[in-house]
C-alpha cells in the first residue's frame, strides 16, 4: 500500500484515549442480544421483520445451507473504544458455536488486523480455530495491506486465488465471489476494483445461468455511500453491470462498521457491523474512525450476520446480530467467513 493511502487511513483514525470507557465496563456489554432483522430475498427483492420475532418463526429451520458473515475485526487495535478486540471476536465465535445448526463455513469481509502484523494475524488466526464452522473466506481490508502491499494476507488467506486475492467458489448452487477493492485507494480512500480484476469478474459471471443466485463480497462497499469519507468504491458501476442479468443478487461488505441496506433492482446491498467497534453514521462526524459509545450502547453497534439460504425458494434471509444478551434463531442458516 501506498503512503498516500496510509495517510489516508491514518487521517480517518481518532484518538479516543480519553472517552472514559473502561476495560470491565466494555466487556461487561459483550453478552450477545436478540434484537436486529431478518432479510428474505426472493428474486432480489427483500422482506423483513425484527430478529426479536423470530423466536416464532422456523429460523432457517428447512435452509439448505447457512453461512456467517464476520467483519472487521481489527485484531490489534487497543484504544479505549475497544481496549480488547480480541475479546469481542471470541464473543463473536462463541455465539456462533451456541448455534443449534453449525454453519458450513464464515465469510470475513476483511481488515483482519489492525496494521497487518504477523503477530495480530496469528492472534486471529488461533481464536479462528475454536469456531464450529472450519470453512473460513476471507477478502482483505485495507488495514491487511499497510506494510506490504498484502503480501502476508495473500500468504495466510489467499493461496490459489487471482491477483491480489479475488477468487470465486460454489455452494449448493449458489456461486460466491470475493473480491478486492483496498489495493489502490482512490482519491478520498474510495475503494477500487481496476481493470484486471474486472475483467477476471467478468469473465467468471459468463456462461452461468441467469437463474443463479450470486453473492459478492468484498470489503469496501460497492455502492457509493458517502464519498467524502471513501465510503464507496469508483469503479463498482461496471462490476454490477455484470450481475444486473441475474435474477437474485446479494452483496455483502464491510468497512463503515455499521447496517446498511439497499435494494436496486434484483441486486440487494448489505454492510455489516464490525466486531471491534462502531463507527459514527456518514457525515455525523468529522471524520470516519473509531467512535466514543457509552458503555451502555455498545451492544447495539456490535454484532454479526447470519445468513440462511434455501435453494428452493431461491432466497436468503439475512439476520443481524448486535452484541448483547440473548441467542441467534436455531436452524439451518448461511453466515460469512472462510478459510
Given at each position: ?232 468504491t469508483d ?52 471524520s470516519a ?43 439451518n442458516g ?6
Amino acid at each position: 500500500m501506498t503512503d498516500k493511502n496510509k495517510d489516508l487511513i491514518d487521517q480517518n483514525l481518532q484518538d479516543l484515549n480519553n472517552d472514559g470507557i473502561d476495560r470491565r465496563g466494555f466487556l461487561k456489554c459483550m453478552a450477545w442480544a436478540g434484537t436486529g432483522l431478518v432479510w428474505t430475498m426472493s428474486g432480489g427483492i427483500p422482506s423483513s421483520w425484527a430478529f426479536a420475532k423470530t423466536a416464532h418463526r422456523s429460523g432457517g429451520n428447512g435452509a439448505d445451507f447457512t453461512f456467517v458473515q464476520i467483519s472487521d475485526s481489527h485484531i490489534g487495535f487497543n484504544k479505549p473504544a475497544n481496549p480488547d478486540v480480541t475479546a469481542t471476536l471470541q464473543a463473536a465465535i462463541n455465539k456462533i458455536n451456541a448455534m443449534s445448526r453449525k454453519p458450513d463455513f464464515i465469510i470475513h469481509t476483511g481488515d483482519l488486523s489492525q496494521l497487518s502484523k504477523p503477530s495480530e494475524f496469528d492472534t486471529l488466526d488461533q481464536v479462528l480455530k475454536g469456531a464450529s464452522a472450519k470453512q473460513v473466506y476471507f477478502v482483505p481490508g485495507e488495514h491487511d495491506m499497510l506494510s506490504d502491499n498484502g503480501e502476508q494476507y495473500i500468504q495466510r488467506y489467499g493461496k490459489g486465488t487471482k491477483g491480489s486475492g479475488w477468487y470465486s467458489f460454489d455452494q449448493k448452487g449458489v456461486h460466491f465471489v470475493g473480491l478486492v477493492n483496498v489495493a489502490n485507494l482512490k482519491a478520498g480512500g474510495m475503494g477500487s476494483l481496476g481493470h484486471e480484476q474486472l475483467e477476471w469478474l467478468e469473465d467468471d459471471l459468463k456462461g452461468r445461468s441467469a437463474s443463479t443466485p450470486i453473492v459478492l463480497f468484498a470489503h469496501i462497499p460497492l455502492w457509493t455511500i458517502y464519498p467524502d469519507w471513501g465510503w464507496g468504491t469508483d469503479d463498482s458501476e461496471q462490476a454490477l453491470s455484470y450481475v444486473k442479468r441475474f435474477g437474485s443478487v446479494t452483496v455483502l461488505n464491510g468497512h463503515i462498521h455499521q447496517i446498511m441496506q439497499k435494494v436496486e433492482g434484483k441486486v440487494s446491498f448489505h454492510t455489516a457491523m464490525s466486531t471491534a467497534f462502531p463507527q459514527p453514521a456518514p457525515g455525523t462526524a468529522p471524520s470516519a474512525g473509531p467512535m466514543k459509545v457509552p458503555a451502555d450502547q455498545l451492544q447495539r453497534v456490535l454484532g454479526i450476520t447470519d445468513v440462511n439460504y434455501l435453494v428452493s425458494g431461491r432466497s436468503l434471509a439475512i439476520v443481524d446480530s448486535p452484541l448483547d444478551s440473548g441467542s441467534l434463531p436455531s436452524g439451518n442458516g448461511g453466515g460469512s467467513g472462510g478459510r
